[in-house]
């Protein structure tokens, strides 16, 4: 009886008000088709797409409705191609005796290891539309959690942009124009002695502004070639196989990302290894699986480690003990909660307490960061103001006195 809500126990065709009549028979696959599949299986589906499909998939195995009865009606109604082809496939998949778990498996790119392990656990129960909904709720809050990081970053980025563009545009168009009125050549290069005779009597600022304007618009090139060198060794070091725990080793030192990279990690390390702690998985298994779902190359390092240790039948907190990776906090939690076997649980509450600190952590870095953009952009506006208006002022004060 439990199966009835996973797997649809008679394949043959049905009718629905809602869903057009479906035959016994397999479509056959033509070479369009499998072009097609092909195509859909290189993209991937939005988070956003795929925690309404659980959601939705969980409501109605929930109402007593067959699991490929479900995905025929998801597949009728929804409006993204992508996941309109995979939920398809996912029919023809279902309707050849083949479970939920093996139709994500066909696309690794949209659907990760951790919830095609937690749906295997629960899809032989009848807990499965409990934890397809619990499972939305999870990646929901892994995606908040990321969002809320590129979001934060978003904004110092495009302030740095904006200035590098507009200053690019003032050295090389408005500053050279401005300077002819010192009867500054800009068409002469800077050591022709009709130029060095008018930066004799310039400040010194808008000597060091004249210089700076003359290395954008004489050197233009080397910028471009010095960009396309850096494009050209970045993309040849990331085929290296240790570029990415380099990488990583070097953003977990920058002192104020280190922690919210070190926060970020440990909050998804504890929730992934919660949800397959509490779905039947062994814990070496588990941390196998998690080491995959973190996105930093140290850390997954780290945890393979530990779950060699825990196959050697080293305990959790022994082997974390003394790790510079994991805070003594954490380490004293899992210490006194592994002993209770009850460490899904706890480990779901260090998640949640560190996306709270990310939270919080994100706050005060754009507070910090707002003020820093906006001393950096005056500092540069008044050095330019300082440049153009000084020897201005002091023609002035020559002029009036003659």
Do not use: H
């Given at each position: 009886?439990?199966?009835?809500?996973?797997?649809?126990?008679?394949?043959?065709?049905?009718?629905?008000?809602?869903?057009?009549?479906?035959?016994?028979?397999?479509?056959?696959?033509?070479?369009?088709?499998?072009?097609?599949?092909?195509?859909?299986?290189?993209?991937?589906?939005?988070?956003?797409?795929?925690?309404?499909?659980?959601?939705?998939?969980?409501?109605?195995?929930?109402?007593?409705?067959?699991?490929?009865?479900?995905?025929?009606?998801?597949?009728?109604?929804?409006?993204?191609?992508?996941?309109?082809?995979?939920?398809?496939?996912?029919?023809?998949?279902?309707?050849?005796?083949?479970?939920?778990?093996?139709?994500?498996?066909?696309?690794?790119?949209?659907?990760?290891?951790?919830?095609?392990?937690?749906?295997?656990?629960?899809?032989?129960?009848?807990?499965?539309?409990?934890?397809?909904?619990?499972?939305?709720?999870?990646?929901?809050?892994?995606?908040?959690?990321?969002?809320?990081?590129?979001?934060?970053?978003?904004?110092?980025?495009?302030?740095?942009?904006?200035?590098?563009?507009?200053?690019?545009?003032?050295?090389?168009?408005?500053?050279?124009?401005?300077?002819?009125?010192?009867?500054?050549?800009?068409?002469?290069?800077?050591?022709?002695?009709?130029?060095?005779?008018?930066?004799?009597?310039?400040?010194?600022?808008?000597?060091?502004?004249?210089?700076?304007?003359?290395?954008?618009?004489?050197?233009?090139?080397?910028?471009?070639?010095?960009?396309?060198?850096?494009?050209?060794?970045?993309?040849?070091?990331?085929?290296?196989?240790?570029?990415?725990?380099?990488?990583?080793?070097?953003?977990?030192?920058?002192?104020?990302?280190?922690?919210?990279?070190?926060?970020?990690?440990?909050?998804?390390?504890?929730?992934?290894?919660?949800?397959?702690?509490?779905?039947?998985?062994?814990?070496?298994?588990?941390?196998?699986?998690?080491?995959?779902?973190?996105?930093?190359?140290?850390?997954?390092?780290?945890?393979?480690?530990?779950?060699?240790?825990?196959?050697?039948?080293?305990?959790?907190?022994?082997?974390?003990d003394w790790d510079r990776l994991f805070p003594d906090m954490m380490i004293q939690m899992i210490q006194v909660w592994e002993e209770t076997a009850k460490l899904d649980k706890i480990i779901l509450k260090v998640a949640d307490f560190y996306d709270e600190e990310v939270d919080n952590t994100i706050g005060v870095l754009n507070k910090l960061l707002e003020p820093f953009i906006i001393v950096t952009l005056a500092v540069i506006v008044w050095f330019i103001a300082l440049a153009i208006m000084q020897p201005i002022m002091n023609l002035a004060d020559t002029v009036s006195q003659s």
């Open positions: 009886m439990a199966d009835f809500l996973i797997m649809d126990d008679d394949k043959s065709s049905w009718n629905d008000n809602n869903v057009k009549n479906k035959t016994n028979t397999v479509k056959t696959v033509s070479f369009i088709d499998k072009l097609n599949d092909f195509v859909v299986s290189l993209q991937t589906v939005k988070t956003k797409d795929k925690v309404v499909f659980y959601r939705l998939l969980s409501t109605m195995t929930n109402a007593w409705m067959t699991l490929l009865k479900s995905v025929l009606v998801l597949e009728k109604q929804e409006k993204n191609p992508i996941l309109k082809t995979i939920l398809w496939r996912f029919s023809e998949e279902l309707r050849q005796w083949k479970n939920l778990s093996e139709c994500l498996e066909l696309y690794p790119s949209s659907f990760s290891e951790a919830e095609i392990w937690i749906i295997k656990s629960w899809e032989k129960t009848w807990l499965l539309n409990q934890v397809l909904n619990d499972l939305s709720s999870q990646i929901e809050k892994v995606e908040s959690l990321t969002w809320k990081i590129k979001s934060a970053m978003m904004y110092p980025l495009f302030i740095v942009i904006v200035v590098i563009g507009v200053v690019a545009v003032m050295m090389i168009i408005v500053v050279p124009n401005l300077l002819e009125i010192f009867w500054y050549n800009k068409d002469l290069p800077l050591d022709d002695p009709i130029n060095i005779k008018a930066r004799e009597g310039l400040p010194m600022s808008t000597n060091l502004l004249i210089d700076m304007s003359n290395l954008f618009t004489s050197y233009w090139f080397v910028f471009i070639i010095l960009f396309i060198i850096a494009f050209i060794t970045i993309s040849i070091w990331k085929k290296t196989p240790d570029w990415k725990y380099i990488f990583d080793n070097i953003m977990l030192k920058i002192p104020v990302f280190w922690e919210i990279n070190k926060k970020l990690v440990l909050s998804k390390f504890s929730r992934v290894f919660s949800w397959l702690s509490s779905s039947w998985v062994s814990v070496v298994e588990s941390l196998k699986i998690t080491s995959a779902a973190v996105w930093n190359e140290v850390y997954k390092q780290r945890i393979l480690l530990l779950s060699e240790d825990i196959s050697w039948w080293i305990k959790m907190w022994e082997s974390l």
